[in-house]
């Protein structure tokens, strides 16, 4: 088996993924560059791939989505659960 293109999996549990929803803000402020203060980075966020369970899960506010910005992750999981970094998921906002 080859891997040609990363798999979307699901934000949530993990599984394959079949749906991508619009996260509730597309950006995400990153503060200020440490080598220039002037300037504040601006990341802008993709969309959210979700399986058919956690799409509905979502949608009914049962779980929120939240976004680890540390470089080893910068990926959607479940609000407040531990990423692979070891900080937790924090909640996007509108
Ligand atoms: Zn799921
Ligand atoms: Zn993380």
């Known amino acids: 088996m080859t891997e040609a ?3 979307m999996v699901c ?3 993990g599984g394959a993924s079949t749906v991508a929803i619009d996260p509730p803000r597309r950006t995400f402020a ?3 560059d440490p080598t220039d203060a002037s300037y504040s980075i601006i990341a802008l966020l993709p969309d959210i791939p979700l399986c058919d369970e956690h ?3 979502v949608r009914g506010r049962k779980v929120s989505v939240g976004w680890c910005d540390d470089l080893r992750c910068r990926m959607f999981g479940e609000s407040g659960a531990v990423s692979a970094c070891g900080q937790p998921y924090k ?3 509108r």
């Open 5 to 7: 293109s990363p798999v």
């Open 11 to 13: 934000a949530i549990c």
């Open 30 to 32: 990153r503060g200020a």
């Open 55 to 57: 799409s509905e899960e």
């Open 91 to 93: 909640e996007l906002r």
